[in-house]
């Protein structure tokens, strides 16, 4: 059973924008990290951004002043809204959760449940 499902992906120009959604019903509510990874072709995956339960975020510093991560618990979604986005912004993103509550962390290995993942391709 899929526990995180992703959304929003797509192609853009460089400079425009996205958001991603991830529906994380059983992670909005209690002391877990939720966080966007991604991981471009040929690359390990890395942490853009993570939120804890009280709704603070942390960004990766290729990403701060253009991505926000924020989450609506009434929406049991985690969102990323992706501006002024860059050929290197590319990639498969994922959202994950961490049950252990080590936030803030853009670790992978501090996630213990991972979506499937949506594309994003900036051109």
């Known amino acids: 059973h899929v526990q995180l499902v992703e959304s929003g992906g797509g192609s853009v120009q460089a400079g425009g924008a996205l958001r991603l959604s991830c529906v994380a019903a059983?992670?909005?509510?209690?002391?877990?990290?939720l966080g966007w990874f991604r991981q471009a072709s040929g690359k390990e995956r890395e942490g853009v951004a993570t939120?804890?339960?009280?709704?603070?975020?942390w960004y990766a510093d290729s990403v701060k002043g253009r991505f926000t991560i924020s989450r609506d618990n009434a929406k049991n979604t985690l969102y990323l809204q992706m501006d002024n986005l860059k050929p290197e912004d590319s990639g498969m993103y994922y959202c994950?959760?961490?049950?252990?509550?080590?936030?803030?962390?853009?670790?992978?290995?501090?996630?213990?449940?991972w979506g499937q993942g949506t594309q994003v391709t900036v051109s």
């Open positions: 059983r992670y909005m509510a209690g002391p877990y990290c």
């Open positions: 939120i804890d339960s009280g709704g603070a975020p």
């Open positions: 994950a959760a961490g049950i252990r509550g080590n936030c803030p962390s853009l670790l992978s290995y501090e996630y213990d449940d």
